[in-house]
């Protein structure tokens, strides 16, 4: 069955460092693949997304991701993170062919320090 | 705000209760969806509505039921439910029931007693 990996459960991190979430999927065809983010006592809102094209997509609020095929990864990364940034990040993956389901990690809290 | 609206918010129930949760989107979007957000645990996808008609059932037992009246209204029906079942209910749509992103609602928070 599709799944999806998201190898670190809690990030820790001051402000001005650099980050890096994995996300990992289990899937050999085509898929597309989302970053959402959840901060704290708001809704799910995307973060950004890869249908196709350049590898290495930017989103919202200075965040990238890049999709690796041969690696199946998703990897969400953003070069200097702010307090703000204090939230839930889930990694999704959709395949285009079959059922058409959105497939969720489990997420990763990210903690900011001042 | 993301155009998908859930109430109540908050709802504690005992298990022999039967409540409602409702959800409602203004962004013309055809399809419709169903979440369960548990403490460490990956979203899992419940319902799906596409045009009003559920296409997707993910072996959710019977003490939850769905009902989507129009494309713009989805409702969860909750009777008899257990302790377990406390968790953040997620409504979402989208457009059509596409590769697209979806919009998600707030959530309801459920406790069950």
């Known amino acids: 069955a599709q799944s999806v990996s998201q190898h670190n459960h809690h990030v820790i991190l001051s402000e001005a460092a650099s980050l890096e979430l994995g996300c990992n999927y289990s899937?050999?065809?085509?898929?597309?693949l989302f970053w959402y983010v959840q901060y704290p006592g708001q809704h799910l809102q995307l973060l950004l997304k890869y249908f196709s094209g350049d590898p290495l997509v930017k989103g919202i609020k200075g965040f990238e991701a890049e999709f690796i095929k041969s690696k199946f990864s998703f990897n969400l990364r953003k070069p200097s993170v702010q307090w703000s940034d204090t939230a839930e990040y889930f990694c999704a993956v959709i395949i285009i062919q079959g059922a058409q389901k959105l497939v969720f990690g489990q997420g990763t809290r990210l903690t900011i320090n001042p | 705000e993301t155009g998908v609206t859930q109430t109540p918010r908050h709802l504690v129930m005992g298990m022999t209760n039967k409540k409602s949760l409702k959800c409602e989107q203004h962004l013309g979007h055809n399809a419709m969806y169903w979440y369960k957000q548990s403490a460490k645990k990956p979203l899992e996808l419940m319902f799906v509505?596409?045009?009003?008609?559920?296409?997707e059932n993910n072996s959710v037992p019977s003490r939850f039921s769905p009902e989507c009246p129009n494309s713009s209204h989805l409702f969860l029906h909750l009777h008899t439910l257990q302790p377990e079942d406390s968790a953040l209910y997620l409504c979402a749509s989208s457009l059509e029931r596409s590769y697209n992103e979806q919009f998600f609602g707030p959530g309801t928070r459920l406790t069950v007693l």
């Open positions: 899937y050999g065809g085509t898929v597309n």
């Open positions: 509505y596409s045009l009003e008609e559920r296409v």
